[in-house]
Nanobody, 126 residues
Framework: QVRLQESGPGLVKPSETLSLTCTVSGASITTIDYYFAWIRQAPGKDLEWLGTIGFAGHNYIGSSLRSRTSISRDTAKNQFTLHLSSVTPEDTAVYYC??????????????????WGQGTQVTVAS
């Protein structure tokens, strides 16, 4: 069974960088044609895809967040980490990590990811 678990701070200050780590078990983040993503949901809003890291480590980042978003990974620990810089209160949301088995390329559609973490609340405030 594939399990994903988010970890990181629940509160960050404006202008700082948010880093959230996803630990994956039951599947390898380096398996060919697997993709792993970060997705968030702000209060009263739809799910928003932030970015995906591919099996070879490539980043695919949404255009509106590309300038301040990156995803890194630690293959030995089977973990990948979101880095979101210059945060503002508009970044307050529940953040999810998600993944999917083999597909031809990454997807920006949240429903196409098979495996989801439980989500972690992140509040940006002074």
């Amino acid at each position: 069974q594939v399990r994903l678990q988010e970890s990181g701070p629940g509160l960050v200050k404006p202008s700082e960088t948010l880093s959230l780590t996803c630990t994956v078990s039951g599947a390898s983040i380096t398996t060919i044609d697997y993709y792993f993503a970060w997705i968030r949901q702000a209060p009263g809003k739809d799910l928003e895809w932030l970015g995906t890291i591919g099996f070879a480590g490539h980043n695919y980042i949404g255009s509106s967040l590309r300038s301040r978003t990156s995803i890194s990974r630690d293959t030995a620990k089977n973990q990948f980490t979101l880095h979101l810089s210059s945060v503002t209160p508009e970044d307050t949301a529940v953040y999810y990590c998600a993944g999917t088995g083999p597909r031809p390329t990454y997807t920006l559609v949240p429903n196409e990811y098979q495996w989801w973490g439980q989500g972690t609340q992140v509040t940006v405030a002074s």
